[in-house]
């Protein structure tokens, strides 16, 4: 009788499942006969561009208010009878630990984009960044603030418009699109020393005033995405590719490989990706050296809580935050030009070195800020930062060019749930040094020795995937 129940559970469940197949086989095939509209890379680029600038605001919008939150919350509200800056940012750093808990169920989230296709996820990570922002503006209280963060931190890791881009774009020219999309994307950073300077008035009281027009945005940024964005044709053509082996040849297979412990290893799933980066000697060392290099991440956006520590008024931070967006900008594009031409490997070394010494600029003006222009500090801030990002984002790149497209999704997934390990440890060195360092002292003995570890690594162990076409890709 227990037999017959279980066999009866996994029919329902094969039938649903065939259902619900068939269903998207016909809606593929309906996508792939209408085709593309005249001009439509044009659009989707533009399309994309407005989701990447907000969700540039939304990735840097809380580290560029942080003494702000801090002060009122811990400093001046004594919550948890806490007084001192730094205790009261360690254990605000500690409660984020929640959401990098939650953070883990990100993967399993990007992974339901080779099922599902791109698209949905696009328009609901949209719909998230914007639902995090309005919740902070409307929090009264600490916890209704990291309740929005939490949201935040989970649809920020998605970049489920940037996977849509590498897949559209022809391989030739992929990273100078990416590129030039992500350099103009950074510039929605600039509206946030923007919103300092007006909304905010540069009254730290004032800070949650920033989100509430991004939040807005992000709203009507996901209506456009609904009518203008269609499926990435890679996932489309690929997807119908599957569909069109018979239902009960599909399950034969994967039972057979399943019988066989073979892991069923190009099929999409977290832990099946997992399965096949372990499986894979160069994909695997690249997560690896990027696990290393994400350790700094911590350590590297605690560029405003530095500049709070060393004295610097609030309206001189929000001068050293306006560089950033346009040196970041003019970077990232001239790194996608030179990708193309030079590799990825070389951009990735030119600027990680460049995030290095960028990075001891900063602190070392901002220690001594007195004797320099908070412009100046801030251009070493947007260096470093830039330079980190381009570095931590074609390692991404890479490891796209590294897997078959039925299972790329779930591979970038997988890659993120494996750099937390990375993170973790710098997020406890960071959380455990500022208690008894300074901040800055903390950032640089942990981040450097990371990047630079990372870079030569990757220098020597991976090899240039440059000119790849996705479509001739084999697991």
Same mark, same amino acid.
């Given at each position: 009788?227990?037999?017959?129940?279980?066999? &009866?559970?996994?029919?329902?469940?094969?039938?649903?499942?065939?259902?619900?197949?068939?269903?998207? $086989?016909?809606?593929?095939?309906?996508? =792939? &006969?209408?085709?593309?509209?005249?001009?439509?890379?044009?659009?989707?680029?533009?399309?994309?561009?407005?989701?990447?600038?907000?969700?540039?605001?939304?990735?840097?919008?809380?580290?560029?208010?942080?003494? +702000? $939150?801090?002060?009122?919350?811990?400093?001046?509200?004594?919550?948890?009878?806490?007084?001192?800056?730094?205790?009261?940012?360690?254990?605000?750093?500690?409660?984020?630990?929640?959401?990098?808990? /939650?953070?883990?169920?990100?993967?399993?989230?990007?992974?339901?984009?080779?099922?599902?296709?791109?698209?949905?996820?696009?328009?609901?990570?949209?719909?998230?960044?914007?639902?995090?922002?309005?919740?902070?503006?409307?929090? =009264?209280?600490?916890?209704?603030?990291?309740?929005?963060?939490?949201?935040?931190?989970?649809?920020?890791?998605?970049?489920?418009?940037?996977?849509?881009?590498?897949?559209?774009?022809?391989?030739?020219?992929?990273?100078?699109?990416?590129?030039?999309?992500?350099?103009?994307?950074?510039?929605?950073?600039?509206?946030?020393?923007?919103?300092?300077?007006?909304?905010?008035?540069?009254?730290?009281?004032?800070?949650?005033?920033?989100?509430?027009?991004?939040? *807005? +945005?992000? /709203?009507?940024?996901?209506?456009?995405?609904?009518?203008?964005?269609?499926?990435?044709?890679?996932?489309?053509?690929?997807?119908?590719?599957?569909?069109?082996?018979?239902?009960?040849?599909?399950?034969?297979?994967?039972?057979?490989?399943?019988?066989?412990?073979?892991?069923?290893?190009?099929?999409?799933?977290?832990?099946?990706?997992? =399965?096949?980066?372990?499986?894979?000697?160069?994909?695997?060392?690249?997560? *690896?050296?990027?696990?290393?290099?994400?350790?700094?991440?911590?350590?590297?956006?605690?560029?405003?809580?530095?500049?709070?520590?060393?004295?610097?008024?609030?309206?001189?931070?929000?001068?050293?935050?306006?560089?950033?967006?346009?040196?970041? +900008?003019?970077?990232?594009?001239? &790194?996608?030009?030179?990708?193309?031409?030079?590799?990825?490997?070389?951009?990735?070394?030119?600027?990680?070195?460049? +995030?290095?010494?960028?990075?001891?600029?900063?602190?070392?003006?901002?220690?001594?800020?007195?004797?320099?222009?908070?412009?100046?500090?801030?251009?070493?801030?947007?260096?470093?930062?830039?330079?980190?990002?381009?570095?931590?984002?074609?390692?991404?790149?890479? &490891?796209?060019?590294?897997?078959?497209?039925?299972?790329?999704?779930?591979?970038?997934?997988?890659?993120?749930? /494996?750099? $937390?390990?990375?993170?973790?440890?710098?997020?406890?060195?960071?959380?455990?040094?500022?208690?008894?360092?300074?901040?800055? /002292?903390?950032?640089?003995?942990?981040?450097?020795?990371?990047?630079?570890?990372?870079? *030569?690594?990757?220098?020597?162990?991976?090899?240039?995937?440059?000119?790849?076409?996705?479509?001739?890709?084999?697991?």
């Amino acid at each position: 009788m227990e037999n017959e129940v279980i066999n &009866s559970k996994e029919q329902r469940k094969l039938e649903k499942r065939r259902l619900f197949e068939e269903r998207q $086989y016909i809606r593929l095939q309906a996508i =792939k &006969s209408k085709g593309r509209y005249a001009g439509y890379l044009a659009v989707l680029i533009g399309v994309i561009l407005l989701v990447d600038l907000l969700d540039n605001f939304v990735t840097s919008v809380n580290s560029n208010v942080t003494s +702000c $939150y801090i002060n009122e919350f811990f400093v001046n509200g004594h919550l948890f009878g806490i007084e001192k800056y730094e205790d009261g940012l360690a254990l605000n750093s500690t409660f984020n630990l929640i959401g990098y808990v /939650l953070g883990l169920l990100v993967p399993f989230y990007k992974a339901l984009g080779d099922k599902y296709g791109r698209k949905p996820l696009f328009i609901i990570s949209t719909i998230g960044m914007a639902t995090g922002l309005i919740t902070v503006f409307f929090s =009264k209280t600490y916890f209704g603030f990291l309740i929005g963060s939490f949201i935040i931190s989970f649809f920020i890791s998605h970049d489920i418009q940037i996977l849509y881009i590498l897949e559209e774009a022809p391989s030739a020219k992929r990273a100078t699109i990416y590129s030039l999309l992500k350099g103009l994307g950074a510039l929605g950073t600039f509206f946030i020393p923007l919103l300092r300077a007006t909304v905010m008035k540069n009254d730290p009281t004032l800070w949650r005033n920033i989100y509430l027009l991004p939040g *807005i +945005c992000g /709203l009507a940024f996901a209506v456009i995405v609904f009518f203008l964005a269609k499926e990435s044709k890679v996932f489309v053509d690929d997807r119908i590719k599957y569909l069109e082996i018979p239902f009960e040849q599909r399950i034969e297979e994967e039972k057979r490989q399943k019988e066989a412990k073979k892991a069923n290893a190009n099929k999409s799933g977290i832990f099946n990706a997992i =399965k096949y980066i372990f499986q894979h000697k160069e994909l695997r060392t690249l997560i *690896i050296i990027k696990t290393i290099f994400d350790a700094a991440i911590i350590a590297m956006t605690y560029y405003e809580s530095i500049m709070a520590t060393a004295n610097m008024t609030t309206e001189d931070i929000t001068k050293a935050l306006f560089p950033y967006p346009l040196i970041y +900008c003019v970077s990232v594009i001239l &790194s996608g030009f030179l990708a193309d031409k030079i590799g990825r490997k070389k951009i990735i070394v030119i600027f990680g070195f460049i +995030c290095v010494i960028s990075f001891g600029l900063f602190v070392y003006g901002a220690n001594n800020h007195s004797d320099f222009n908070p412009y100046l500090i801030g251009g070493f801030y947007g260096l470093y930062i830039g330079g980190y990002w381009i570095g931590r984002d074609y390692m991404e790149i890479i &490891s796209t060019e590294m897997v078959p497209t039925d299972i790329r999704a779930s591979i970038i997934g997988a890659e993120g749930l /494996l750099v $937390y390990i990375g993170m973790a440890v710098g997020f406890a060195f960071v959380n455990v040094g500022i208690l008894f360092m300074p901040i800055w /002292l903390t950032c640089i003995i942990f981040a450097v020795p990371c990047v630079v570890i990372a870079v *030569i690594l990757l220098l020597f162990k991976v090899k240039e995937t440059k000119g790849i076409d996705y479509e001739s890709i084999q697991g």
